[in-house]
């Protein structure tokens, strides 16, 4: 569960303003040890604004976690005027109430902040796309920007235009085409051996069902135990992306693995939970996938993601149809598929 931290004020005292996207008990259980800190309903939960205030919020919640708006990582206030910290804030807030993800919203408020820098103070209202056009061919000759890099950087300021000011604008001619190549995968031997090399049973748990289910890395670790469906021997998939729920079914062997972890590890919220009674981070997920790969020695490039395009080969030659696969692994990428090899 992400936390958004900005600068506010309190009784004309300046204080680290805390909020979470939804209401989750264990955050307001752990955001309550920390010294000076206290809830307002107006406000949220607020902080001293101390060093010792922000290292414990990255050792409860992780540093992946904490969300700084407009503060960079220290804690600080960035440099950008007060334009640009209204616009940023507001982009992010509108985000959050639209349910972007938090990923999501980490990469668009670090693009858009870029392009306020990169426009020098000039207002918003009046940017034309000849503006947007330059700072583009500006950022992508300096930074290297790949046609994908670009890509995100115009949704960023595209969703501020359109959906925080309100501008019906037209950004087609800014993106640039993707060129797809045929996405890696394992075969289904490699992929045996990859998952009977982790170490430990929670790995091992994780891992299969990252495959079996075709789970993003972000929803591996989101799934609480109220969203394993026993009698229908499926799982919930809440939030993934584009905010597409769904139910995906497990073989017999993924729940059998699964029911002998939850007898072991018995977690209390989370199916896969870090410290504090927390969600387990992405950092540790892959983690275990570094250290499976390195111990079963299959392609020392593996990644969760090429577990994810594995299974989706494999579900089609075995015979599945396209939109099965896409539907149990949540609006997969459609022009993707027909490039695997074989």
């Keep these: 569960m992400p936390l958004f931290v900005r600068r506010t004020s309190f009784e004309g005292k300046p204080k680290w303003q805390v909020r979470t996207a939804n209401y989750l008990q264990q955050v307001h259980r752990r955001l309550k040890i920390i010294p000076g800190a206290f809830w307002k309903p107006k406000f949220g939960w607020l902080l001293p604004i101390q060093p010792d205030s922000w290292t414990a919020l990255v050792d409860l919640f992780g540093q992946s976690e904490v969300i700084s708006l407009p503060l960079d990582h220290t804690g600080s206030i960035s440099d950008s005027d007060s334009q640009a910290e209204s616009a940023l804030s507001s982009l992010v807030e509108t985000l959050m109430r639209k349910n972007y993800s938090y990923k999501t919203i980490k990469v668009y408020a670090s693009y858009f902040r870029a392009f306020l820098k990169g426009i020098n103070g000039k207002n918003l209202p009046t940017v034309s ?37 309100g501008q019906d604008r037209n950004f087609h001619d800014l993106r640039l085409p993707r060129y797809l190549t045929p996405p890696e ?15 430990k049973l929670k790995h091992r748990a994780i891992l299969t069902l990252i495959y079996t289910a075709g789970l993003r890395l972000s929803e591996s670790v989101n799934i609480r135990l109220d969203d394993l469906q026993w009698d229908q021997k499926c799982v919930f998939i809440k939030g993934g992306r584009a905010r597409c729920d769904r139910f995906v079914t497990l073989p017999a062997s993924t729940w059998s693995l699964l029911h002998h972890y939850l007898r072991q590890e018995k977690p209390q919220h989370w199916l896969f939970e870090g410290p504090h009674e927390g969600p387990f981070s992405v950092r540790s997920v892959q983690q275990i996938m570094t250290q499976a790969v390195s111990l079963s020695r299959v392609n020392p490039h593996a990644t969760i993601q090429m577990l994810r395009n594995s299974v989706a080969y494999h579900l089609l030659v075995r015979g599945n149809s396209l939109p099965a696969v896409k539907a149990a692994l949540g609006s997969f990428h459609v022009p993707a598929i027909p490039l695997y090899p074989g």
């Excluded at 995968?185 to 998952?195: A, D, H, M, T």
């Design 129 to 165: 796309k000849d503006d947007i056009r330059a700072y583009l061919q500006r950022a992508a000759s300096e930074k290297k920007w790949s046609p994908a890099t670009q890509n995100q950087a115009v949704n960023a300021i595209r969703f501020y235009f359109v959906h925080v000011l």
């Design 185 to 199: 995968i394992l075969s289904e031997e490699e992929v045996q051996q990859l998952l009977q090399s982790a170490p």
